[in-house]
């Protein structure tokens, strides 16, 4: 099947295919800021983990300018797999960030087309930007400098900092190329003034995980959205940013664990 933007040789796959699959999406960080995701899922799960269009060095498709467009790929890639796919079940989809937006806008997508009935059995989403909150703004990552989006992104800002100066040249330009893909997909403010409307037509079970010390996306914004979603459950991480399963990763795979256990 040939997609509009994305291509199966971006996605990694780790775990059993037999079991359950689970998709985890990345956030701005790349695909290295969702490894121990992967990793933990794939004792228990079938997992995909695919490169976003423009991440890592790879080419953005002209075009490519919503996370609207980059949801309704990942739905036909998941669906192109066919039956086999959905024999233990639906998919799990894992979404950080910019990651998390993708898989709500997903879950949307698919609950308003009979193409993908049953595909989706749950959603996971951890410090997920895209929605507008009144009094809640989203910081402005672009302007940012790397010792501030440490200190807004981590509980401890300095193991989250990267000091550009101890960068090589490809370094540089993959994370150049990181903030270019996503400005162009989600845009300069990160967010969809229409998302948190239509999150009321999620049917899949959905859990929202928040670091508390958050402050690209804080946890009132985190409840905000989960309040959004049909009877969505909302947990906190302590002593954890914008990225709790790499500052807390035991406490984090806790409450997912727990979650994805749940009888559906």
Known sequence: MTFRFISRASVTEAGDPSLPTALVLHGGGGPRTVAPIVGHLAATRHVLAPTHPGWDGTGLPDGLTSVAQLAGDYLELLL??????????????????????????????????????????????????????PGEPIADFFSLSPRQLAEHAWHDADRGFIDPAGLSDEQRSVQSGNARAMAAIAGTTMSDPTLLARLSAVTAP????????????????????????????FAQIEEAGHLPHLEAGAATFEVIDRFLELPR
Do not use: C, H, K, N
């Open 80 to 133: 192109s797999d066919g039956p086999d796919l959905l024999a233990p079940g639906g998919v799990t989809m894992v979404g950080s960030s910019i990651g998390g937006w993708i898989a709500l806008e997903m879950a949307i997508q698919a609950a308003g087309d009979s193409r993908f009935e049953g595909l989706i059995d749950s959603v996971v989403v951890i410090d997920a930007v895209g929605v507008e909150v």
């Open 206 to 233: 959905t859990l929202v995980v928040w670091g508390v010390s958050d402050r690209v996306v804080t946890p009132a914004y985190g409840r905000a959205l989960a309040a959004a979603i049909p009877d969505a459950r």
